[in-house]
């Protein structure tokens, strides 16, 4: 008995299926929606983007097509030249007159009437703050460099995410008719 009720279960799933088949109908035709992205990206760029921007700062930027962000690596780095450059400039016009003070020589310090407006010991403290000052915007002009360089690196790495509308987190905010109190949610979104 099951023999047969599979043998009629298999006829008739046969005959269906032909039967379905031999039917002629309009089909609906649809065309594939699926968007390309119209830039290709390449595994390379962001070591080439680093590589640019250790060669030229601002250039790794211009790479990425980031056109907004040189002036303001040209500004940071220029800051930090700016104090390195007048951090030592004062430290090495402080050095000489102390070096002349310690002579016994006249000095651009010197006041009036032999009275000094700095002493000695005022000279040695101004040199070593000036030159801690001057050693600080070494090191901040260098990192701001080696920043702008990671910058660029990290920047076309993430050019090559997908980060369309497609895909989206919406938080909404919800109000509960019965309690009247409000309900915070999000919805993920995901367009195929």
Known sequence: MLKQQLYLFLIFTFLAISNSY?????????????????????????????????????????????????????AALGSGIYFYNSNNTNYNRVRTAYKLRINDKPDEFDGVNGN??????????????????????????????????????????????????????NPKIFKDETSNKSIVGASINFKF
């Open 22 to 74: 031999s039917q002629e109908s309009n089909h609906l035709k649809i065309k594939d929606t699926v968007i390309e992205n119209s830039r290709e990206f390449n595994p390379l760029s962001p070591s080439k983007a680093a590589f640019y921007s250790a060669i030229l700062p601002g250039l790794g930027q211009a790479y990425n097509k980031k056109y907004w962000k040189i002036p303001f690596v040209y």
């Open 116 to 169: 000094p407006y700095l002493s000695k010991d005022a000279l040695e403290s101004a040199q070593k703050s000036y030159k801690k000052d001057r050693d600080l915007s070494l090191l901040v002009t260098a990192g701001l460099y080696i920043l702008q360089i990671i910058e660029a690196s990290t920047n076309a790495h993430l050019l090559q995410h997908n980060v369309d509308d497609n895909l989206t987190i």
